[in-house]
């Protein structure tokens, strides 16, 4: 492997793509696998084995991947300010893998113990490792869509079979196991970064590389010794989710006022690029708030309201199609509509960004309705059709296309580069956001009643279905009419 290069040798690269996305390609799948197999064991394995009521578990779980988003934020600031990206990448791994294995030890006992850990470390992974993904393009680079494209289809591999591995595994055989299947795959994770990170030249070296070697690492073991530090606080936080209400309301006012203090340094022009990436920023929070009932209700649904049969073959666990099937359709779909992209680029019909943003509402609308409209073909007993389920997942894919990767690039794109580790920042934090409001969401639409029938949680959760739909119409309509604003502010950026 060529080592010592520099940044121009690899943003020189001939061909696609740089080799290095490879690797970060390979490194985010396993993380992703962990990630999302702890993600679609979360609620399934609060309701069935800690015994908490649905309602609860929604808002937990809103709580659980709020907090994982929000600290994407700062372990982003974090790696900008002290670590680097690599080190952050590194301890956010280790911690990542802990946290599954302190779970597997003993998970009814340490399941909010290990749950910490992992925020904390996805925190410090995720973000930075997106960003390297943009330090391998020079500025300007038309290659970077497709490079964000590809690692994007990298995240749902590892996001298909983490999904449909350990919620098997936890449902059928063990839970200790499936946790512990999360923490083996995190540390091939880490290892795959380990081995190949001599190729990234100076790609994600600490900041503070010029300082005196004892200054910086008192400045990192601070660090270090911080997050494990905040771990109680977040235990608390997460177990009694009105606290969580607390955090929630106070990160987002305090971001938001340092960046309108770091917009007050930039240029006329560059400020409104900036109020156009908050637009961005601020309609995804709606868009992941609907979007992420797949691990909260959506799981839930899955568990009580839906039969076993695909496509006509029977014993197929509805569990893991609600983890996989999103994964699945995305690996398939994320090339074809990036070569339609080209194609209409080329006809010059191509869509701009903020329409792009519109469609992916208008398709959350279509999945809503038709996550609703299983109710139609249920059957006696309250369970109703698997098939239609995943049919909705195909329409909420193209959606999540039409908005999730634009959205990482456009960060890059509409940022001046000093802001791109806060504006990443900024729209994991709106994930945070959308996490949180799909908890509430999610346990609006629970039945109170314990002793609810399949059929009454069935008419409960689509009602709920119903409603997101009309709301998700409403946003891409608005989007699209108020697009020709937005495209002002952005200016040559498309
Ligand atoms: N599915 C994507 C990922 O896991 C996007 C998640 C998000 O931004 N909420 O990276």
């Given amino acids: 492997m060529s080592q010592n290069l520099t940044l121009e040798e690899i943003q020189d690269f001939k061909g696609k793509y740089p080799k290095q996305i490879w690797y970060l390609f390979l490194t985010e799948m396993w993380e992703r696998f962990c990630f999302y197999g702890l993600r679609g064991m979360l609620t399934v394995f609060m309701v069935t084995q800690l015994m908490i009521d649905e309602k609860a578990a929604n808002l937990q779980y809103g709580a659980i991947q709020a907090f994982i988003y929000a600290f994407t934020f700062i372990g ?8 680097g990206f690599r080190k952050s990448l590194f301890w956010g791994g280790i911690l990542m893998i802990a946290g599954s294995f302190i779970i597997a030890a003993n998970p009814t006992e340490f399941f909010y113990i290990g749950t910490c850990f992992t925020i904390v470390g996805t925190g410090f992974f995720k973000p930075n490792i997106s960003t390297m993904v943009g330090e391998l393009y020079r500025a300007g680079d038309t290659r970077r869509d497709a490079g964000f494209g590809l690692f994007y289809s990298g995240i749902n591999i590892g996001a298909f079979f983490g999904g449909m591995v350990c919620v098997y595994l ?17 540390m091939i994770g880490l290892l795959t970064f380990v081995f190949t990170q001599k190729s990234m030249g100076p790609i994600g070296l600490s900041p503070l590389r010029d300082f005196v070697p004892g200054k910086r690492k008192a400045y990192e073991i601070a660090t270090f010794i911080g997050s494990l530090a905040v771990m109680p606080l977040i235990l608390i936080m997460v177990s009694k989710t009105e606290y969580t209400d607390y955090f929630m309301y106070t990160i ?7 960046l309108v203090y770091e917009m007050t340094k ?15 920023i601020v309609f995804s929070v709606f868009f992941w708030a609907f979007f992420e009932q797949s691990g909260g209700s959506l799981s839930l649904f899955a568990l009580y309201n839906l039969n076993d049969k695909l496509l006509g073959i029977a014993g197929i666990d509805p569990n893991v199609v609600n983890n996989s099937a999103n994964s699945v359709f995305v690996i398939v779909f994320s090339i074809i509509i990036g070569l339609l992209w080209v194609w209409m680029a080329k006809k010059k019909i191509e869509p701009n960004s903020v329409v792009k943003f519109g469609l992916g509402f208008l398709f959350l609308a279509a999945a809503f309705y038709t996550f609703y409209a299983t109710r139609f073909f249920a059957g006696p007993d309250g369970k109703t059709s698997l098939d239609i389920f995943t049919l909705a997942y195909l329409i909420i894919t193209f959606g999540e296309l039409c908005l999730s990767p634009i959205g990482l690039s456009l960060m890059t794109k509409l940022a001046p580069k000093k802001l791109w580790g806060v504006m990443m920042g900024m729209w994991f934090l709106a994930s945070a956001y959308g996490q949180y409001a799909a908890g509430l969401l999610g346990a609006g639409m629970a039945t109170t009643n314990e002793n609810a029938s399949l059929t009454e949680k069935l008419i409960s959760y689509t009602d709920g279905y119903k409603q997101l739909g009309i709301y998700a119409l409403i946003a891409g309509i608005l989007l699209i009419v108020i697009s020709p604003i937005v495209r002002k502010l952005m200016q040559e950026v498309k």
Avoid: C, Q
């Fill in 252 to 258: 987002g006012p305090l971001t938001l006022l340092y």
């Fill in 266 to 280: 930039l240029t006329g022009a560059e400020r409104k690029k900036m109020i156009a990436a908050l637009v961005f």
């Fill in 170 to 186: 936890g449902k059928y055989h063990s839970w200790n196991l499936a946790f512990a299947s999360a923490g083996v795959v995190m």
């Fill in 76 to 83: 982003g600031l974090f790696a900008d300010k002290i670590l």
